[in-house]
């Protein structure tokens, strides 16, 4: 995933033609299906028609740059009224500002996180507010406790603030916190496989004393237990 405000300036490169085709201007979000609807495109030239390169025709985006298949990638605003429609409701989620179902003001939004494959929204970051007075710097809320993104409000729900994760220069406490949770996992399974080696030990020593308890008497039959047997000699009877 990357932040939104890291597109930009990005220059797009067609694979086809292996040039470069424009430079990313901005992001239209589909506030709906909460996700990056099309890049906004700027090529050179002057009075140019505002161009788009829909999401889905995106090859990748890389370290440097954004790669298409072919030129064609990019298109006019004309052609594409669903994309201009975004355009004219005019919703930008950065300087939004955060506001539960009960209506407390977390914060103002500094930025949002795009799944780079897909373009879905992944959450947003955010300061100020509310928020400023539990924890310092920015926070991070998942975009699953985001229930509208408006012209002037992202409502999310009430338990978003026990969502809300701490950033310490991007996600780390919420990495730390998986990393706590995985030596947990851990040591639990440890413990598990320590106390199931030992449940094993102490049946296999069960089994061998009953296999010894078990075990036939070595005594001839119709000699007494305790009846002394005579002496064993490698003389056959009766010889000397």
Request: charge should be neutral.
């Amino acid at each position: 995933m990357r932040k939104s405000k890291q597109f930009i300036s990005m220059p797009v490169i067609s694979l086809q033609e292996g040039q470069q085709i424009g430079t990313i201007k901005g992001l239209v979000v589909d506030p709906i299906a909460k996700r990056v609807a099309a890049l906004i495109i700027e090529q050179k030239g002057w009075f140019q028609e505002q161009k788009f390169i829909p999401y889905n025709h995106v090859r990748s985006v890389g370290e440097d740059a954004v790669t298409v298949n072919q030129g064609t990638a990019v298109q006019k605003g004309g052609s594409l009224p669903e994309i201009i429609n975004l355009v004219k409701n005019n919703i930008k989620i950065t300087g939004t500002r955060v506001v539960t179902e009960s209506g407390t003001i977390l914060g103002e939004v500094d930025d949002y996180y795009v799944n780079l494959d897909s373009g879905e929204l992944v959450g947003i970051e955010f300061s100020g507010g509310y928020i400023s007075g539990i924890v310092s710097g920015r926070a991070f809320l998942d975009v699953d406790h985001v229930l509208t993104v408006g012209k002037e409000m992202i409502v999310c729900s009430d338990q978003a603030l026990e969502k809300t994760i701490k950033l310490e220069g991007g996600l780390q406490e919420k990495l730390r916190g998986i990393k706590d949770t995985t030596g947990n996992l851990w040591e639990t399974t440890v413990q598990k496989t320590r106390g199931l080696s030992s449940s094993v030990n102490q049946s296999i020593g069960k089994l061998k004393r009953n296999k010894t308890e078990d075990k036939p008497d070595s005594t001839p039959v119709g000699a007494k237990p305790n009846q002394e047997q005579p002496a064993h000699t490698d003389n056959p009877p009766g010889k000397e």
